[in-house]
């Protein structure tokens, strides 16, 4: 019922910066659903990145992250961001963008009830 689209990964060099966006459609309008960043490297499991309550009052980011990715949203545009800093080879992986239904954070993807096709983020040396 809820359509998510991510854009703007892309190939960058370590240190580089990323803006990951993603677009909601659909479902109950848009500041109903706690939102969430996701990310799956190459032969390992989907991992949390970050997440946003409903009304942006509150966040949460993997502990490794923390400090060099921030997560946001605007409930006009019915658009989540992610900015990525200071970006490094292992954060190398395809981010998806998933919609809760509900408007409390999670960290678990199974919690999470759309998802987005994901878009490719690749950081090389």
Do not use: H
Not at 28 to 39: I, L, Q
């Amino acid at each position: 019922q809820v359509q998510l689209v991510e854009s703007g990964g892309g190939l960058v060099q370590a240190g580089d910066s990323l803006r990951l966006s993603c677009a909601a459609s659909g479902g109950r309008a848009f500041s109903n659903y706690a939102m969430g960043w996701f990310r799956q490297a190459p032969g390992k499991e989907r991992e949390f990145v970050a997440a946003i309550t409903a009304n942006a009052y509150s966040t949460a980011y993997a502990d490794s992250l923390k400090g060099r990715f921030t997560i946001s949203r605007d409930n006009v545009k019915n658009t989540l961001l992610l900015q990525m800093n200071s970006l490094k080879p292992e954060d190398t992986a395809v981010y998806y963008c998933a919609a809760r239904g509900r408007v409390s954070i999670s960290r678990v993807g199974i919690d999470y009830n759309y998802w987005g096709q994901g878009t490719q983020v690749t950081v090389s040396s």
